[in-house]
């Protein structure tokens, strides 16, 4: 019961900006878009979430459309430690639990 | 960030025994924490979420008599995997987040280094 879907993998030149789609469709009102990564035999790293605005940090930026129904993340600088699995998630409402996909394999090349 | 420790990083035990993991809060309270288990290049699964002073919620499939979780104050749970066997050697991961209530709040969830357990 997936209810995002993101590249299984992408490349990314270093120095350069990578931007990683997910499409959640069936997003409801109340829940977030949640952006975390997992570098190989690590923990996941929160990076960002937002409900309808974009955001940023300092790690990244969250483009989440008017529709609400995809967004983007944006590392505008990658780098070789970027390289990792990112997961779009989506979470809010009655929905409080924090579910994995199978995420996008970011590689970041020199 | 807010910080999330688990222990131990790995652990090797024989089959039949049991195995204890710790995660804590260093930082902040948390009202609830979720345990994930992850096998090799596959994503996380949510085994259970535990909240504290009261009983875990177990995600379907997973055995509770088998996955004791116990979280006892604000700034811990532990995750026992009882009898082990081979088939139970993964990548364990907790996580930590303070909501309060039925419904979530605008929080951010912090995960811990994970545990991998190989069981021989």
Known sequence: ?110 | GAVVSQHPSWVICKSGTSVKIECRSLDFQATTMFWYRQFPKQSLMLMATSNEGSKATYEQGVEKDKFLINHASLTLSTLTVTSAHPEDSSFYICSAGTRTGAIPTNEKLFFGSGTQLSVL
């Not at chain 1, 955001?55 to 459309?65: F, G, P, R």
């Open chain 1, 1 to 110: 019961d997936a209810k995002t879907t993101q590249p299984t993998s992408m490349d990314c030149a270093e120095g350069r900006a990578a931007n990683l789609p997910c499409n959640h469709s069936t997003i409801s009102g109340n829940e977030y878009v949640y952006w975390y990564r997992q570098i190989h035999s690590q923990g996941p790293q929160y990076i960002i979430h937002g409900l309808k605005n974009n955001e940023t940090n300092e790690m990244a930026s969250l483009i989440i459309t008017e529709d609400r129904k995809s967004s983007t993340l944006i590392l505008p600088h990658a780098t070789l430690r970027d390289t990792a699995v990112y997961y779009c998630i989506v979470r809010g409402g009655s929905n409080y639990k924090l579910t994995f996909g199978k995420g996008t394999l970011l590689t970041v090349n020199p």
